[in-house]
Nanobody, 116 residues
Framework: QVQLVESGGGLVQAGGSLRLSCTASGSIFSINVMGWYRQAPGKQRELVAR???????NYADSVKGRFTISRSYAQNTLYLQMNSLKFEDTAVYYC??????????WGQGTQVTVSS
């Protein structure tokens, strides 16, 4: 069972940048899909970005062109570079790792707050 620990959240002004990290307790090489999700107060958790083992990426329309997902096998870490942050990006951001449809793990979340 892998453990995921997010970091890098915080308070930033609109237009600013943050980089989130998600470090796994073991190798991420065998993880099929890793992704970032977010949940704002009163809203459902939504996909922000994901990356497959083949390197394919997908982004929510709301973050395309502003956010970039990447990973480091050497560091066993998933990243989310967030630029041009908007107030509506405020949420708790979660890291997700899917080995299969039945083996899915989540991190504890990191708060991102964007002041307008």
């Amino acid at each position: 069972q892998v453990q995921l620990v997010e970091s890098g959240g915080g308070l930033v002004q609109a237009g600013g940048s943050l980089r989130l990290s998600c470090t796994a307790s073991g190798s991420i090489f065998s993880i099929n899909v890793m992704g970032w999700y977010r949940q704002a107060p009163g809203k459902q958790r939504e996909l922000v970005a994901r990356i497959t083992s083949a390197g394919s990426t997908n982004y929510a329309d709301s973050v395309k062109g502003r956010f970039t997902i990447s990973r480091s096998y050497a560091q066993n870490t998933l990243y989310l570079q967030m630029n041009s942050l908007k107030f509506e990006d405020t949420a708790v951001y979660y890291c997700r790792a899917a080995y299969s449809d039945y083996a899915i793990y989540w991190g504890q979340g990191t708060q991102v707050t964007v002041s307008s």
